[in-house]
């Protein structure tokens, strides 16, 4: 069993940052890749960013792209997600996920089966 936890949400100003973080345990966390998503009241859950297992290839949402980046430590079994230049439409509850063994993370929530319990953040105009 993969347990996800993440980390670092608040509330911040618009043009602010934010830094959050996902720590996995369960299966061998470098083997994998990881992404994050985000849902806004009201909304779909929608992909955000992901990473390959090596941290060798990133991949974004056009929305957040030039102000997100995701980065991960393997040997922390960590995946963070650093928020620059903030804007009020990226105020939501970010979820880390993972996908199956084998599995390429890409930007479409079925190929993920974990899922962290979620962060808020909240970004004020």
């Known amino acids: 069993q993969v347990l996800l936890v993440e980390s670092g949400g608040g509330l911040v100003q618009a043009g602010g940052s934010l830094r959050l973080s996902c720590a996995a345990s369960?299966?061998?966390?470098?083997?994998?890749?990881m992404g994050w998503f985000r849902q806004a009241p009201g909304r779909e859950r929608e992909f955000v960013a992901s990473i390959n297992w090596s941290g060798s290839s990133t991949y974004y949402a056009y929305s957040v792209k030039g102000r997100f980046t995701i980065s991960r430590d393997n040997a922390k079994n960590t995946v963070y997600l650093q928020m620059n230049s903030l804007k009020p439409e990226d105020a939501a509850v970010y979820y880390c996920?993972?996908?199956?063994?084998?599995?390429?993370?890409?930007?479409?929530?079925?190929?993920?089966?974990?899922w962290g319990q979620g962060t808020q953040v909240t970004v004020s105009s």
């Open positions: 369960g299966r061998t966390f470098s083997n994998y890749d």
């Open positions: 996920a993972a996908p199956p063994a084998g599995v390429v993370a890409g930007p479409r929530l079925y190929e993920y089966d974990y």
